[in-house]
Structure formats: structure tokens, C-alpha cells
């Protein structure tokens, strides 16, 4: 049976942890095309960034 040589420090044993409290990802309502994205990301249906054209809206097909 496998037992540990060196006890595991709060602090270490902590930093394990903390993966367990990531929440899920937000999401906000677009102003322009009511859409729902990613707070401070573009939105890749119209290309925008706060209210500038960034990239090439998609096309739909």
C-alpha cells in the first residue's frame, strides 16, 4: 500500500484545490445584436468590439 513519505502542507494541499471553486463562464447580452457572448471577447456573428467593426462579419449560409 502506497503511503505518503512527507506530510502535505496546507498551502500545497490548498493549490490542489482550488480547481474546485472555478465557476462556470459568464455570458452577457450583446447591445447590438442581442446576442449572448463572452464579457470583453468579439462577437464573432458581427465583428464587433465595443461598437468598432474588428473582423469580417460571418456570412451565413
Do not use: F
Amino acid at each position: 500500500m502506497a503511503v505518503p513519505k512527507r506530510k502535505v502542507s496546507r498551502m500545497r494541499r490548498g493549490n490542489r484545490r482550488s480547481a474546485d471553486a472555478l465557476a462556470k463562464p459568464t455570458y452577457v447580452e450583446d447591445k447590438d445584436s442581442g446576442e449572448l457572448r463572452r464579457p470583453h471577447h468579439i462577437d464573432l456573428k458581427t465583428g464587433k468590439y465595443r461598437g468598432r467593426q474588428v473582423l469580417e462579419a460571418e456570412e451565413e449560409v
